[in-house]
């Protein structure tokens, strides 16, 4: 079994300011990791992944995030945020087999003029 | 440019009633799913189809039921709503392989009353 945990429901972030949206997976076999966006009144797109190879992963509007196996992490960042970035973000993680996806409970982002 | 559609962006239904939700993808995926997203609970899988004619129930199927007579369509059955399937419903498409990289419609947003 899989599961995801986004310990920020909410972050709220001044315009221009870093961001890190934090994820935390468990699981007993090898995983792919994810994120994905939902911008307001859309369907949910991907933003990165996680596969194999390089932890740091580059995404999409200059997103990126980091795999940390020992730590069972993998956050998001950006450094600078845009109210263009207002959105949903889920974390999510497959098997490398089943490739189920699992999402965890989402972390609205909020920016701040 | 890839596309998954959804019938109805919002949808109001009385308890008891039949209701349907329609997706449809232009991508020729393989794979297609339907979710139900609601607020502190992020998407959890209701069904899952690998083919035509082919399902696996998903994590919570109970009071649901899916048809997929052809490729590119996948549908959601309630056979008789309940207000606590009052939700945000999603559907997604991937290709055979590529599970865990899903498409996204827009959502239905089914209000029982």
């Known amino acids: 079994a899989q599961s995801v945990t986004q310990l920020d429901s909410q972050v709220p972030v001044f315009e221009e300011a870093p961001v890190e949206l934090r994820c935390n997976y468990s699981s007993s076999v090898s995983v792919y990791l994810f994120w994905y966006v939902q911008y307001p009144n859309q369907g949910l797109q991907l933003l990165l992944k996680?596969?194999?190879?390089?932890?740091l992963v580059k995404g999409i509007n200059g997103f990126e995030a980091e795999f940390n196996k020992s730590q069972t992490s993998f956050h998001l960042r950006k450094p600078s945020v845009h109210i263009s970035d207002t959105a949903e973000y889920f974390c999510a993680v497959s098997g490398r087999i089943n490739e189920k996806l699992t999402f965890g409970t989402g972390t609205r982002l909020t920016i701040i003029p | 440019d890839v596309k998954v559609t959804q019938s109805s962006r919002y949808l109001v239904k009385r308890t008891g009633e039949k209701v349907f939700l329609e997706c449809v993808q232009d991508m020729d995926h393989e794979n297609m799913f339907w979710y139900r997203q609601d607020p502190g609970l992020g998407l959890r899988l209701i069904y899952f189809?690998?083919?035509?004619?082919?399902?696996e129930k998903g994590d919570i199927p109970e009071g649901y039921s899916v048809s997929r007579e052809k490729k590119e369509r996948f549908s959601l059955i309630l056979e008789s709503a309940s207000t606590n399937q009052t939700s945000m419903y999603l559907c997604?498409?991937?290709?055979?392989?590529?599970?865990?990289?899903?498409?996204f419609g827009p959502g239905t947003r089914l209000t029982v009353t």
């Open positions: 997604a498409s991937s290709r055979e392989g590529r599970r865990y990289e899903q498409y």
């Open positions: 189809s690998y083919d035509v004619k082919m399902k």
């Open positions: 996680y596969l194999s190879g390089s932890t």
